[in-house]
């Protein structure tokens, strides 16, 4: 039995930890939205295309340049020469893929434990910066969706009716598991939240999780949208008194339970920590001053 999921016309689905999108051109080729984290996900869609479609795949459209979405893009680009198509940034992180537990690690050289696994994917080449718009990806009509915030330049594309909207939500089981996601920005999350309720489709495929139809995404994006105000409402409590970002975050994880037991993942949610308060100052709620040598955050 085939692993690919139709769910559109000429677009199916490979379903997995990340899910993996696959368009067809008139010509019988292929193109791959995400590869997944590593050459076992990318060997896993090529046979599918292979096997299933009895094509080869062309180019690769990578959502988001966190490395459980591009990390394939190596083994696909080896193996077919496919042409990599990835969003202004972003695709900075493609290429040199240190640059994620750099940012991560607070822009030091990260910590040992910081350099493998889902930090650390092997280096794809990029062929085309995407920007937000239409566009002709081998002889496919795509439009590219602003969806920043999860990471600084995410994109989803609408390929006809499918809408493929990458990590700008998370499934209720995701958000169970980690109790707080990370964020780059929570003033793009928040933006990028409104355009996908309002970005018409018929079915949209997340970067994880089950393909939604009807109004399941939208349902989803009131999901995400309610944790991101517990979120705020905390840190707003938690800055009652001046306090450091490391107490705030801190505080968070013990009020939310976060599953924080390593450096990557406590690396991931400390960055998360700091989207929330450049928002709320941003916003006007929290005030922002270096005291005897300490940063410290008070809620206005
Ligand atoms: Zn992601």
New binding site residues.
């Given amino acids: 039995m085939g692993v690919l999921i139709p769910v559109g016309d000429r677009v199916w689905v490979v379903p997995g930890s990340v899910n993996i999108g696959v368009l067809a051109n008139a010509d019988g080729q292929f193109i791959l939205v995400d590869t997944g984290l590593n050459d076992t996900s990318a060997k896993k869609a090529l046979k599918a295309v292979r096997e299933e479609l009895d094509g080869e795949v062309v180019a690769i459209l990578t ?2 340049a ?1 490395a ?2 591009f990390g394939g893009n190596a083994t696909v680009v080896k193996r077919t020469g496919a042409a990599v198509y990835a969003p202004a940034f972003d695709e900075a992180v493609l290429r040199y893929p240190l640059l994620q537990p750099i940012l991560l690690y607070g822009g030091a050289d990260p910590i040992d434990t910081m350099r493998g696994g889902f930090m650390l994917a092997d280096a794809s080449p990029v062929d085309v910066v995407v920007a937000p718009g239409a566009m002709d990806v081998a002889g496919v009509a795509v439009a590219a969706v602003p969806l920043l915030g ?2 600084p330049g ?1 994109l989803g594309y609408m390929v006809g009716d499918v809408f493929f909207c ?2 700008v939500v998370l499934p209720e089981r995701v958000l169970e598991k980690y109790r707080i996601p ?1 964020l780059f920005s929570l003033t793009d999350h928040l933006k990028a939240l409104q355009v996908a309720r309002s970005t018409p489709h018929r079915v949209a495929v997340p ?2 999780g089950a393909v939604l139809e009807g109004n399941a995404l939208a349902s989803l994006v009131d999901l995400n949208l309610d944790l991101a105000h517990r979120v705020v409402d905390e840190v707003l409590d938690l800055a009652t008194t001046p306090q450091s970002a490391t107490a705030i975050l801190e505080g968070l994880l013990q009020r939310f339970g976060a599953p924080v037991t390593d450096a990557p993942s406590f690396y991931l949610l400390q960055p998360t920590a700091f989207a929330f308060l450049s928002h709320l100052h941003r916003e006007g709620l929290v005030n922002h001053e270096v005291s005897d040598g300490r940063s410290l955050w008070t809620r206005v």
């Fill in positions: 959502t988001h966190h459980d979405h999860h990471s995410q990458a990590d990370y970067g994880h």
